[in-house]
């Protein structure tokens, strides 16, 4: 069975918002995450890392994820 179309093309459009925010440098991110864990009290803390990497990294995860679950046959 086949997917409808609004189906597919909110699927690319979530492909291509994740892969936006993987082309975005770390290094770019490092300030504006300083001055939001400084307001929210969340500097030198595990959540803190913990909410970093999750955010830096699950894009990619995804993307990677969904390559390999496209191969597998139907």
């Known amino acids: 069975m086949k997917a409808p179309q609004h189906a597919n093309a ?3 459009g979530l492909q291509f918002r994740l892969m936006v925010s993987r082309a975005v440098p770390g290094v770019a991110l490092s300030l504006p995450l300083f001055i ?3 307001r929210l009290g ?3 803390t ?3 890392m ?3 990497y999750v955010a830096l990294n699950v ?3 995804i993307w990677l994820i969904d390559g390999f679950f496209r191969q597998v046959p139907k």
Do not use: E, K, M
């Open 10 to 12: 909110a699927r690319s």
């Open 36 to 38: 939001l864990y400084g």
């Open 42 to 44: 969340i500097i030198d």
């Open 46 to 48: 595990h959540f803190g």
């Open 50 to 52: 913990i909410l970093s």
């Open 59 to 61: 894009p990619f995860t």
